[in-house]
């Protein structure tokens, strides 16, 4: 069972430079999700996706933008990376569009550094 | 707007003892509540949630919340530590009413001494 995956699991950019981290999930889910996750501050949702050619802004959306290329697959870019983005990103997905009390399944994670 | 407080970043327990991890919420409507662990290089795992059923949810791994309202709080506990259960807890948030992000605390580093 795969789940959620993502890729790259590392990746260290130059400001400036650009890059596309990429999820897919293969439990069939509605919904898919990009998280940051920087010490003491846990996660923040980044962008959503509630189903299959819809996305939206999460709690901290600059600087990225993200793709929901079919329903299996969400990607986030970073069109020009800046050291602020230096972080943990987790891709995560769910059941339902509706997922309020839904179970979170998560990625392992890609680590980003900008230098 | 929702929110998860969760009192102390790091906590550390003899094996064999007791674990409790404290959160606190905010919502201005009944919450759906979460506990999820992350294990060192992995992604989150649900532990546990409330949905407004019963105010004592059983989890996976020996763990258990309790809901209560009138404190706005959800800790999780454990009677007794195993050296496994060390990783980081979050504790997360979100509202019953329509589709609402979940809101993540900012996590607590459990440490377990054999």
């Known amino acids: 069972n795969a789940g959620v995956t993502q890729t790259p699991k590392f990746q260290v950019l130059k400001t400036g430079q650009s890059m596309t981290l990429q999820c897919a999930q293969d439990?069939?889910?509605?919904?898919m999700y990009w998280y940051r996750q920087d010490p003491g501050m846990g996660l923040r949702l980044i962008y959503y996706s509630a189903s299959e050619g819809t996305t939206d802004k999460g709690e901290v959306p600059n600087g990225y933008n993200v793709s929901r290329l079919n329903k299996r697959e969400f990607s986030l870019r970073l069109e020009s990376a800046a050291p602020s983005q230096t972080s943990v990103y987790f891709c995560a997905s769910s059941e339902a569009e509706y997922p309020t009390n839904e179970k979170l399944f998560f990625g392992s994670g890609t680590q980003l550094s900008v230098l | 707007a929702q929110s998860v407080t969760q009192l102390g970043s790091h906590v550390s327990v003899s094996e064999g003892a007791l674990v409790l991890l404290r959160c606190n919420y905010s919502?201005?409507?009944?919450?759906?509540l979460f506990w999820y662990v992350q294990y060192p290089n992995q992604g989150l795992q649900l532990l546990l949630k409330y949905t407004s059923a019963a105010t004592l949810v059983k989890g996976i791994n020996g763990f258990e919340a309790e809901f209560k309202k009138s404190e706005t709080s959800f800790h999780l506990t454990k009677p007794s530590a195993h050296m496994r259960d060390a990783a980081e807890y979050f504790c997360?948030?979100?509202?019953?009413?329509?589709?609402?992000?979940?809101?993540f605390g900012t996590g607590t580093k459990l440490q377990v001494i054999p």
């Open positions: 439990m069939n889910h509605n919904s």
């Open positions: 997360a948030v979100s509202d019953t009413r329509g589709y609402q992000k979940v809101t």
């Open positions: 919502s201005s409507v009944p919450p759906y």
